[in-house]
Nanobody, 115 residues
Framework: QVQLVESGGGLVQPGGSLRLSCVAS????????MGWYRQAPGKERELVAR???????NYADSVKGRFTISRDNAKNTVYLQMNGLKPEDTAVYYC?????????WGQGTQVTVSS
């Protein structure tokens, strides 16, 4: 089993920044992609950003140039630096990890962008 614990969410004004962290623990041998997804009220969960074991990244078009995903394999941690936040970024953000072919999810952290 793999456990993912997110932190770093909160309330921020438009244009502000937040940094999300996700620490993975458990049986991590074979961990591959890690990523962040989000789900806003009444909407489906969507990909925000992913990073693979070779540090290759991909982003949703809506966050390109504003968000940066990174990972520290020594700490089993993935980060999401979010700059230039907009009200439409408001959502619950979920950490995801793929270990071999199995998907694991964190419990989610709320990000609210509002003045």
């Amino acid at each position: 089993q793999v456990q993912l614990v997110e932190s770093g969410g909160g309330l921020v004004q438009p244009g502000g920044s937040l940094r999300l962290s996700c620490v993975a623990s458990g049986r991590l041998f074979g961990i591959n992609d890690m990523g962040w997804y989000r789900q806003a009220p009444g909407k489906e969960r969507e990909l925000v950003a992913r990073i693979d074991s070779r540090y290759r990244t991909n982003y949703a078009d809506s966050v390109k140039g504003r968000f940066t995903i990174s990972r520290d394999n020594a700490k089993n941690t993935v980060y999401l630096q979010m700059n230039g936040l907009k009200p439409e970024d408001t959502a619950v953000y979920y950490c995801n990890a793929v270990v071999w072919a199995d998907n694991y999810w964190g419990q989610g952290t709320q990000v609210t962008v509002s003045s």
